[in-house]
């Protein structure tokens, strides 16, 4: 997997509905598993599809159902539902030793829970 970032940096993807972007997140999500980083993704909406992530793991490895399990265990999942929560679960970062962090569908949150 080609480096996209330095530490630190952050990344906005912005669009309509349905263009793609959770799906990029999962595909990330697997890649970054691949390397053995460890991936807190951060969920504002509940539709978080692991079996989606398992299913870009096995078209990008060529490896056992056991070692695609292994793979999985490098991502954190949260679920979120209101602002302090979120803010609580970042801060906690450096102690989890994140390697990535993906904040999916939170924007709500900050719209709504004021």
């Known amino acids: 997997m080609p480096r996209l970032t330095r530490n630190g940096t952050l990344i906005e993807l912005i669009g309509k509905k349905g263009?793609?972007?959770?799906?990029?997140l999962y595909l990330i999500c697997a890649l970054s598993s691949t390397k053995s980083k460890k991936t807190l993704y951060v969920d504002g909406s509940g539709k978080f599809r692991p079996e989606v992530i398992y299913e870009?793991?096995?078209?990008?490895?060529?490896?056992?159902?056991?070692?695609l399990r292994i793979f999985l265990k490098n991502?954190?999942?949260?679920?979120?539902?209101?602002?302090?929560?979120?803010?609580?679960?970042?801060?906690?970062?450096?102690?989890?030793?994140?390697d990535c962090v993906i904040l999916d569908d939170v924007i709500p949150l900050f719209l709504y829970n004021q």
Do not use: A, H, P
């Open 19 to 24: 263009n793609g972007r959770t799906q990029l």
């Open 56 to 67: 870009f793991l096995q078209e990008i490895t060529n490896v056992s159902d056991k070692e």
């Open 75 to 98: 991502i954190t999942y949260q679920r979120v539902y209101e602002i302090d929560k979120l803010i609580s679960l970042l801060e906690k970062i450096k102690v989890l030793d994140i």
